[in-house]
T-cell receptor, first 110, second 114 residues
């Protein structure tokens, strides 16, 4: 059965802290690993990773994939209150199916 | 111009009723999906549909059925609603399978069964 597991389930930090969110996956015919940010409504796309060891960066956010260990991390440096959200990880397969994890709820305190 | 749009945004209904949620995408995508998000924020795939092929998550009760009048629309019909059906339902779409891309989500429909 295809499965994506995220940890921790929730996290509370102070502004300025750095956080690391974890995602492990077991997806048959794996194609890519995706990260989404969900605030009040629809998940919004952050990153798509297809190759091991190549870091993707967008501002204070970065992510990397390890296809040998079936693992990805999402780093957020110098956190701000606007980073408070649920961060979702998903594995996609060659059949265009997307399997999501349970999410990590991040709260950034001023 | 909204890429993936769902209606209604909120739906409150009584147990036993039948209801539909509509979804339309104007991205020209070939594959559309329905996800259910529970109170713990877990996004569970219910269906995916790419014009000719319907993939059903076997855990979805047969009271739920997708209906696609054309490739830009995938509606979700639910019969005999139950309390446990209360959740946020998201429609999503993505291009045909040879493209390595993300899924694009609608704004969600919050269904409350009373």
């Amino acid at each position: 059965e295809d499965k994506v597991v995220q940890s921790p389930l929730s996290l509370v930090v102070h502004e300025g802290d750095t956080v690391t969110l974890n995602c492990s996956y077991e997806v048959t015919n794996f194609r890519s690993l995706l990260w989404y940010k969900q605030e009040k409504k629809a998940p919004t796309f952050l990153f798509m990773l297809t190759s091991s060891g190549i870091e993707k960066k967008s501002g204070r956010l970065s992510s990397i994939l390890d296809k040998k260990e079936l693992f990805s991390i999402l780093n957020i440096t110098a956190t701000q209150t606007g980073d408070s959200a649920v961060y979702l990880c998903a594995g996609s397969n060659t059949g265009n199916q997307f399997y999501f994890g349970t999410g990590t709820s991040l709260t950034v305190i001023p | 111009d909204t890429a993936v749009s769902q209606t209604p945004k909120y739906l409150v209904t009584q147990m036993g009723n039948d209801k539909s949620i509509k979804c339309e995408q104007n991205l020209g995508h070939d594959t559309m999906y329905w996800y259910k998000q529970d109170s713990k924020k877990f996004l569970k795939i219910m269906f995916s549909y790419n014009n000719k092929e319907l993939i059903i998550n076997e855990t979805v009760p047969n009271r739920f059925s997708p209906k696609s009048p054309d490739k830009a629309h995938l509606n979700l019909h639910i019969n005999s609603l139950e309390l446990g059906d209360s959740a946020v339902y998201f429609c999503a779409s993505s291009p045909w399978r040879q493209y390595n891309t993300e899924a694009f989500f609608g704004q969600g429909t919050r269904l409350t069964v009373v």
